[in-house]
Structures are given as structure tokens and as C-alpha cells.
């Protein structure tokens, strides 16, 4: 935080952008293989070519007069006079230093992200990120809930993977928490709403985005929390709807099977998105909203 917010005192470009490219950055490294792990604090990753420039014959050069002849995106950001690429200063303000030739608005940022990205979902991963930090004002944003409260009658078991016939042959990509009609959902992270509508397998559903790429999908719900908007920040225990039984048609076909809420998780590295298993983490939430109801 620190460092995002002496970026923004140098730069000019709100501390609430440059977290949110780390923080993307940090994600997309996480889930790859052919990036190094981060060194330092910063997620953010160049090649060294990028750094040097791409006609730099020496690609562990530091000097930031011979980088910025070669074109390279390297920067002194802490001002030692070295370049460094392991330096996480250096990283961040040289990030910053390329926004800086679009400009520090909103729509300037938008378009210096796409030129870097050339990729629609990265931008749109990063400028929602963005929102959730400046709404929070922190960068502390890990709690979680568990979908319904904890007290309500519900079950569920681990299904992940398993055959599903309706629509095709495609596999169970989430987790069914059986509880009656009109039982609340809520948010599980702190988030954005990055979808809300119809879908003819998953009903009335809503996704959202946190801060970690991570997808959360609600699907089969009896409607919305009436206020619930695409692009509405949402923290852990935020009513979004409430369980139902809607999907296998077209909008408003409900009563094809038991009430329950599917919920399903997806995560993205930068390429592609792909589901994995919510169910340790729904024991894990589940257990700690019980733990935490307790302290009280
Ligand atoms: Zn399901």
C-alpha cells in the first residue's frame, strides 16, 4: 500500500490502478508455469528483453540511459540510478511510466492497458479490480462467507466433476447446496458483480469476480436481491438473491428439480478460464462463519 501510494504521489495515476495491475499480475503469475515466481512484493513481471529494450545486446543492463535508447520499459523508480528489474520500486513506477504516456483518466488508463494487454478480459479483470479497492479504500481483502447462513436447513455433497445429462454431455462444474425456496445467498468474497441474468442451464444466476481472478457462480436462484447491479461491488454476507429452482429452459422455467443453489468457482490465467472444485472451500467458510457466530 505503501509503495502504490508513492507511485500515485510521483505519477498522479490513483494508488486504487496500480494495485489492481499488481494484484492481476500476481494472479495470472500464480496460476502459470512459464512466468517466474514473484521475487519481490510486486506481482508485475517483464521479460528481460522488455526491460532492456529488444535490441539491447546486454539484457542485464541497468543503466536507465542505455534502456531508454534501446526503448525498453526499464525504470530507476526509487532513484539510485540503476534500473532494476528485481527491484520491486523499479517494477511498479516503470508499470506506471508507460500508463503515464496515455494519461491519468479513467478512459486514458483504460486504453494504456489494452495497448499493454491486447486482451479485452484482462482490462476489464483490471478495472474492476480497481473499483473494489477504491470502494474498500485497503488492499486487505481476503474474508470470505459461506453462501447461505449457516443456520439455515441445507446440505450438500462433494459432486464436482460428476456426469450431467441435461443439455448435452458436459460435467458437474460446481458444488448443489440443497436448502428451500426464498433460503438467502449471499456474496462468499469481496467482489464485483461481473454478470446478472438469465442463462437457460443455470436460471437466474449471477457471477462474481474477486479480487484473486477467482469466479464465483450462483446459478438456479427463485430472483435478485432487488437493488443487485452488474458492476455493484459486494463484500462477504451481501444478500444477491435467494434460493430457487429456475434453469432447463427458457427464461422463467422453474420447478424442473429440487431447490437448491449451485455454486460454482473458475479461475483465470491471463488465456483462459477453466472451473475447479468450491467444495473444500465451502467447508472451510461454512466452519468459519460457525466460529465466528460463536465469538460473538
Ligand atoms: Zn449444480
Known sequence: M???????????????????????????????KDIPKAEGITGIYFKPEE????????????????????????YDGN?????????????IQA???YLLKYGVDHDNIKIGLWDYYKRDKAVGLIIDKSKIY???GRIDLEGHAFPVPYKSNHSYKNTWGDARGWGGRRIHEGTDI???????????CFGIVEMKGWNRYGGWRVGIRDINNNYHYFAHLS?????LKVGQVVEPGMLIGGVGSSGYGPPGTSGKFP????????????FTEWSYDPYPHLRLWERQDRQKARKK
Not at 529494450?53 to 542505455?66: R, Y
Open 223 to 227: 430472483g435478485f436481491e432487488k437493488n
Open 79 to 91: 532513484g539510485d540510478g540503476k534500473a532494476d528489474l528485481h527491484n520491486d520500486e523499479d517494477v
Open 259 to 270: 431447490p437448491h443453489l449451485h455454486y460454482g468457482m473458475y479461475k483465470d490465467n491471463g
Open 134 to 136: 477504491k470502494h474498500f
Open 2 to 32: 505503501t509503495l502504490y501510494k508513492k507511485v500515485e504521489a510521483v505519477t498522479n495515476i490513483p494508488w486504487y490502478y496500480i494495485a489492481a495491475i499488481d494484484q492481476y499480475e500476481r494472479n495470472v503469475r500464480s496460476a502459470r
Open 51 to 74: 526491460w532492456v529494450g529488444i535490441l539491447n545486446p546486454n539484457l542485464e543492463d541497468q543503466n536507465p540511459t542505455s534502456i531508454k535508447f534501446f526503448n525498453g520499459i526499464g
Open 178 to 188: 440443497f436448502a428451500d425456496y426464498g433460503v438467502p445467498v449471499r456474496a462468499t
Open 95 to 97: 508499470f506506471a511510466q
